[in-house]
Protein backbone atom coordinates (compact mmCIF):
# COMPACT_ATOMS: atom_id res chain seq x y z
CA UNK A 1 0.00 0.00 0.00
CA UNK A 2 1.44 3.05 -0.64
CA UNK A 3 -0.28 6.06 1.62
CA UNK A 4 0.23 9.94 0.46
CA UNK A 5 -0.02 12.63 2.53
CA UNK A 6 -1.86 15.97 2.05
CA UNK A 7 1.40 17.48 0.23
CA UNK A 8 2.59 14.31 -1.71
CA UNK A 9 -1.30 14.07 -2.76
CA UNK A 10 -0.95 17.97 -3.94
CA UNK A 11 2.20 16.70 -6.09
CA UNK A 12 0.35 13.69 -7.40
CA UNK A 13 -2.69 16.07 -8.08
CA UNK A 14 -0.29 18.87 -10.12
CA UNK A 15 1.46 16.09 -11.79
CA UNK A 16 -1.75 14.73 -13.34
CA UNK A 17 -2.65 17.86 -14.56
CA UNK A 18 0.46 18.42 -16.07
CA UNK A 19 -0.16 15.21 -18.06
CA UNK A 20 -3.64 16.65 -18.93
CA UNK A 21 -5.13 14.37 -16.75
CA UNK A 22 -7.62 14.84 -13.48
CA UNK A 23 -8.09 12.47 -10.68
CA UNK A 24 -11.60 12.12 -11.91
CA UNK A 25 -10.30 10.40 -15.22
CA UNK A 26 -8.38 7.75 -13.76
CA UNK A 27 -10.95 4.70 -11.60
CA UNK A 28 -9.16 2.95 -8.47
CA UNK A 29 -10.96 -0.86 -8.17
CA UNK A 30 -13.45 0.82 -5.35
CA UNK A 31 -14.27 4.18 -7.92
CA UNK A 32 -12.70 7.36 -8.32
CA UNK A 33 -9.20 8.15 -6.55
CA UNK A 34 -9.94 11.41 -4.36
CA UNK A 35 -7.89 13.05 -1.19
CA UNK A 36 -8.86 10.14 0.64
CA UNK A 37 -8.15 7.36 -1.85
CA UNK A 38 -5.54 4.87 -0.80
CA UNK A 39 -3.31 3.70 -3.52
CA UNK A 40 -2.45 0.02 -4.16
CA UNK A 41 1.19 -0.89 -5.99
CA UNK A 42 2.06 -3.54 -7.49
CA UNK A 43 5.82 -3.76 -7.17
CA UNK A 44 7.61 -4.44 -10.60
CA UNK A 45 9.17 -3.30 -13.65
CA UNK A 46 7.62 -2.27 -16.94
CA UNK A 47 9.58 -1.97 -20.06
CA UNK A 48 10.01 1.11 -21.77
CA UNK A 49 12.27 2.85 -24.79
CA UNK A 50 15.97 2.82 -24.61
CA UNK A 51 18.26 5.82 -23.99
CA UNK A 52 19.72 7.03 -27.21
CA UNK A 53 22.87 6.91 -25.02
CA UNK A 54 24.25 4.79 -21.97
CA UNK A 55 25.57 6.53 -19.28
CA UNK A 56 25.72 6.00 -15.13
CA UNK A 57 26.40 8.37 -12.65
CA UNK A 58 23.52 11.34 -14.22
CA UNK A 59 20.74 13.27 -12.74
CA UNK A 60 17.31 12.84 -13.23
CA UNK A 61 14.27 15.73 -12.73
CA UNK A 62 10.77 15.39 -13.15
CA UNK A 63 9.54 18.82 -14.88
CA UNK A 64 6.73 20.53 -14.59
CA UNK A 65 5.27 19.38 -18.24
CA UNK A 66 5.77 15.31 -16.06
CA UNK A 67 8.66 14.69 -19.00
CA UNK A 68 12.12 13.80 -16.91
CA UNK A 69 15.36 15.15 -17.84
CA UNK A 70 18.33 12.78 -17.30
CA UNK A 71 21.87 14.66 -18.15
CA UNK A 72 25.41 14.14 -17.55
CA UNK A 73 26.58 10.81 -16.38
CA UNK A 74 29.43 8.88 -17.66
CA UNK A 75 30.18 6.31 -19.62
CA UNK A 76 33.74 6.16 -19.78
CA UNK A 77 34.19 9.47 -19.71
CA UNK A 78 31.87 12.67 -18.39
CA UNK A 79 28.90 13.43 -20.18
CA UNK A 80 26.94 16.76 -21.16
CA UNK A 81 24.21 15.44 -23.57
CA UNK A 82 20.94 15.22 -22.22
CA UNK A 83 17.99 13.48 -22.93
CA UNK A 84 13.83 14.26 -22.17
CA UNK A 85 12.01 10.81 -21.12
CA UNK A 86 7.99 10.96 -21.59
CA UNK A 87 6.41 8.69 -19.18
CA UNK A 88 3.22 9.05 -21.56
CA UNK A 89 4.87 7.47 -24.68
CA UNK A 90 7.11 5.91 -22.85
CA UNK A 91 9.99 7.63 -25.28
CA UNK A 92 13.40 9.01 -25.11
CA UNK A 93 14.55 12.36 -27.00
CA UNK A 94 17.87 13.89 -26.89
CA UNK A 95 17.69 17.48 -26.28
CA UNK A 96 20.18 20.15 -25.78
CA UNK A 97 23.38 19.64 -23.40
CA UNK A 98 25.47 21.11 -20.78
CA UNK A 99 27.99 23.47 -20.83
CA UNK A 100 30.33 21.33 -18.94
CA UNK A 101 30.32 17.55 -19.16
CA UNK A 102 29.78 16.17 -15.53
CA UNK A 103 29.04 13.24 -13.20
CA UNK A 104 27.83 12.69 -9.82
CA UNK A 105 26.58 15.88 -9.87
CA UNK A 106 23.01 17.73 -8.52
CA UNK A 107 19.82 19.07 -10.03
CA UNK A 108 17.40 20.83 -8.63
CA UNK A 109 14.29 22.35 -10.39
CA UNK A 110 14.69 26.58 -9.20
CA UNK A 111 11.29 27.15 -7.24
CA UNK A 112 12.29 30.54 -8.21
CA UNK A 113 11.84 29.63 -12.04
CA UNK A 114 10.01 25.98 -12.03
CA UNK A 115 7.49 27.85 -14.46
CA UNK A 116 10.34 28.32 -17.13
CA UNK A 117 11.67 24.61 -15.93
CA UNK A 118 14.98 25.63 -15.33
CA UNK A 119 17.59 23.54 -14.02
CA UNK A 120 20.14 24.55 -11.10
CA UNK A 121 23.18 21.58 -11.91
CA UNK A 122 25.88 21.42 -8.62
CA UNK A 123 28.95 20.07 -7.62
CA UNK A 124 29.87 16.28 -9.42
CA UNK A 125 33.36 15.58 -11.09
CA UNK A 126 33.97 17.45 -14.25
CA UNK A 127 35.33 15.88 -17.53
Known amino acids: MIY ?30 NSSTTLTATPGFILTGS ?3 ARTLQTQTLLNNGMVLIAGGYDGYALASAELYNPVTGTFAITGSLNTPRFEHTATLDAAVQGEGRRRRKGGERG
Open 4 to 33: LNSAQKTLLNSRLTALGLTAATIQAASGTI
Open 51 to 53: MNG
